[in-house]
């Protein structure tokens, strides 16, 4: 027999939201010592409803919810404030971060230092959006996920050298190559260093470890596309 769950003043953020009958809304949110869970909003649609205008995306909320089963009944979200709301740019690597949570995680599985993560990056976001932040939350999630990326060190246990050129091999690590260029998935020492010691200052840097969490989080993902990624690539294009 499945027992009643009670979780009172719980931290998390709104991943997503859709509509369940006239009134209510099933709400999917990312909690702190939870994980995801999916919450039944009773009546949030309603005008007079406490819970209308609160349970926005990419604001930090305090949650409480009850019940068994797949989908828990929210009994209560307070704002707890301080963080702007995003827009523009900032918005779409928002989105981007949650897509990357709903595909990746499991429901009820708890990662707390990738919530901490999470939290970090909105705040930098707010400031302007960094493709170097971006990079260091897909490194964060990779790494809670059991898929930590060897990067200091080749797959023979050599120590990577800035100068080389590498293959980098999912699942392996940086395979020295005798020359750049031998791999689609090629990249610099410099790259591999820098990406390891969270310093994407150098534009070389900056660009070969887009490409490069890119094919990983392509991998993980098995493929799917990611809307928040096209969408986003629509927009810069109009």
Not at 44 to 54: C, D, E, F, N, Q
Not at 132 to 142: G, I, M, P, S
Not at 228 to 237: A, D, G, N, T
Request: net charge neutral.
């Amino acid at each position: 027999m499945i027992q009643r769950q009670r979780v009172d003043g719980q931290p998390g953020f709104v991943l997503h939201a859709h509509l369940y009958s006239e009134t209510s809304l099933i709400v999917d949110v990312f909690s702190r010592d939870h994980g995801r869970v999916a919450l039944l909003a009773r009546g949030a649609r309603r005008p007079r409803s406490a819970l209308r205008g609160v349970l926005l995306a990419f604001q930090p909320l305090e949650l409480s919810w009850a019940g068994r089963g797949e989908v828990y009944t929210l009994i209560r979200a307070e704002w707890q404030g301080g963080q702007p709301l995003l827009a523009g740019e900032a918005l779409f690597c928002g989105y981007y971060l949650n897509e990357l949570l709903i595909t990746l995680l499991a429901r009820e599985d708890a990662h707390p230092r990738l919530f901490d993560a999470y939290a970090e990056s909105l705040r930098r976001f707010s400031g302007g959006p960094r493709e170097a932040d971006l990079r260091r939350f897909e490194r964060a999630l990779l790494r809670e996920l059991g898929y930590g990326l060897t990067l200091e060190t080749d797959v023979s246990g050599r120590a990577v050298e800035a100068e080389a050129h590498y293959a980098f091999e999912i699942e392996r690590g940086p395979l020295r190559l005798s020359a750049p260029g031998e791999s689609a998935l090629a990249v610099s020492g410099r790259t591999l260093l820098d990406l390891a010691h969270d310093d994407l200052s150098d534009p070389r840097s900056l660009s070969e470890a887009k490409q490069l969490m890119r094919a990983l989080i392509g991998h993980y993902t098995a493929g799917k596309p990611l809307a928040s990624r096209r969408i986003f690539r629509e927009v810069q294009e109009l």
